[in-house]
């Protein structure tokens, strides 16, 4: 078989690449409402896997599929995060201003600490929806099993986070390139999270698993 052949590595990466696109597309359009972003990552994670397990079908059947199953939890948590992304921020900013009137080493440290848990926070972002996507749990399990799995998968956790977040401020700065880089985003964190989560997956368990 040739590398040109149809069913050849190099129209099987076209195709990948495509589906991928398509992902992104479909995200960027049912993320409009901007309280359904939750569940549009969660839908292009649930199709996204199977792609790096080469199990996809229509990956727009598959984007739906997920987006109708998930949209009440994945609501529920993107509130949750977001008001606590928000109590951070403004703690951070409160605390920064209080430290240059003179605010001491003690709100030094305040400020320093909720830096760290809103880095926390970030990575906790990055598998939620994934873990979400693989698993069926309740919404508060699904943030406890995020948490642990970013930290006991650290050097991955921080690989996807450079990966992400300078794909996305670089994003910013280059509007132009978004059907480049988010797509590429996708694939790479798509990738990873593939290997991590398929390690706690039961080898009897079918579509829908529990972690």
Wanted: proline fraction near 2%; aromatic fraction near 14%; charged fraction near 15%.
């Amino acid at each position: 078989m040739g590398v040109f052949d149809i069913n050849g590595k190099f129209f099987k990466t076209l195709t990948k690449a495509g589906d991928f696109i398509i992902l992104t597309l479909l995200a960027m359009v049912c993320s409009i409402p901007v309280i359904t972003i939750g569940a549009s990552l969660t839908a292009v994670f649930y199709a996204a896997l199977k792609m790096a397990r080469d199990e996809e079908g229509y990956v727009w059947k598959e984007f739906f599929k997920s987006f109708k199953q998930n949209l009440k939890q994945s609501i529920l948590i993107e509130l949750i995060l977001a008001a606590f992304a928000a109590i951070l921020l403004v703690d951070i900013n409160v605390c920064a201003k209080w430290a240059a009137d003179g605010g001491g080493t003690l709100v030094q440290l305040l400020m320093f600490a909720a830096i760290g848990i809103l880095i926390v926070l970030a990575a906790v972002v990055l598998y939620v929806f994934p873990v979400l996507a693989k698993f069926d749990n309740t919404v508060f399990a699904t943030i406890k099993n995020a948490l642990v799995l970013c930290m006991h998968h650290l050097p991955q956790t921080i690989s996807m986070m450079i990966a992400t977040y300078g794909l996305i401020y670089f994003t910013m700065q280059y509007v132009g390139i978004m059907f480049i880089s988010i797509p590429l985003i996708f694939y790479i964190d798509s990738f990873i999270f593939s290997r991590i989560l398929q390690q706690y997956v039961k080898k009897d368990e079918a579509d829908t698993d529990e972690l």
